[in-house]
Antibody, heavy 120, light 105 residues
Framework: EVQLVESGGGLVKPGGSLRLSCAAS????????MSWVRQAPGKGLEWVGR??????????DYAAAVNGRFSISRDDSKHTLYLQMNSLKTEDTAVYYC???????????WGQGTKVTVSS | SYELTQPLSVSVALGQTARITCGGN??????VHWYQQKPGQAPVLVIF???SRPSGIPERFSGSNSGDTATLTISGAQAGDEADYYC????????FGGGTKLTVL
């Protein structure tokens, strides 16, 4: 069974940093493209970014709203996806979901999400 | 940037057919994907590439795409289909519609 488990969320002050993790199991993680999608409280879904498999170059793409502040990486040996979030703003408050991708743009399997609150 | 427009809400009688639209400029030129999200849960992919169903999704769910409108159709709507539904395309980045709340009466 494909499973994605996010962790690392919490309360952080504006301007602070946080790293989210997504532990993957039940599929060939090293050959999977992965993505992060977020959802602000009471709002809709917003794409954050994606990373290709290492064999496809390990390239990353980001939404304009987070480009330059957020960074996606992966550790295939640990079957884990990461989202490093720097210079956090109050508008980054959301539940962050990790997803697999049906290449290149279909968010296939979703984790249960981890909540990030940016507040002073 | 590319925009997707969905109605805020759609209502359907139990057992009838619900249609949720997703509008976008020449959306027919794009692959449209649909997600179902029930309260307190993560989204679930129900239709991808306009009309394909992932394994485990009932045949009641179907999709179409023409001109400036893509449509998710739920035939024989059930109480368990009450949820928010989001359409999504790729336009240099992932783009989601604002979501539609489906109510089954």
């Amino acid at each position: 069974e494909v499973q994605l488990v996010e962790s690392g969320g919490g309360l952080v002050k504006p301007g602070g940093s946080l790293r989210l993790s997504c532990a993957a199991s039940g599929f060939d993680f090293s050959n999977a493209w992965m993505s992060w999608v977020r959802q602000a409280p009471g709002k809709g879904l917003e794409w954050v970014g994606r990373i290709s498999s290492k064999t496809d170059g390990g390239t990353t793409d980001y939404a304009a709203a987070v480009n330059g502040r957020f960074s996606i990486s992966r550790d295939d040996s640990k079957h884990t996806l990461y989202l490093q979030m720097n210079s956090l703003k109050t508008e980054d408050t959301a539940v962050y979901y990790c997803t697999t991708l049906i290449v290149p743009d279909v968010f296939d399997v979703w984790g249960q999400g981890t909540k990030v609150t940016v507040s002073s | 940037s590319y925009e997707l427009t969905q109605p805020l809400s759609v209502s359907v009688a139990l057992g009838q057919t619900a249609r949720i639209t997703c509008g976008g400029n020449n959306i027919v030129s794009k692959n449209v994907h649909w997600y179902q999200q029930k309260p307190g849960q993560a989204p679930v992919l129900v239709i991808f590439r306009d009309y394909s169903r992932p394994s485990g999704i009932p045949e009641r769910f179907s999709g179409s795409n023409s001109g400036d409108t893509a449509t998710l159709t739920i035939s024989g709507a059930q109480a368990g289909d009450e949820a928010d539904y989001y359409c999504q395309v790729w336009d240099s980045e992932g783009v989601f519609g604002g979501g539609t709340k489906l109510t089954v009466l």
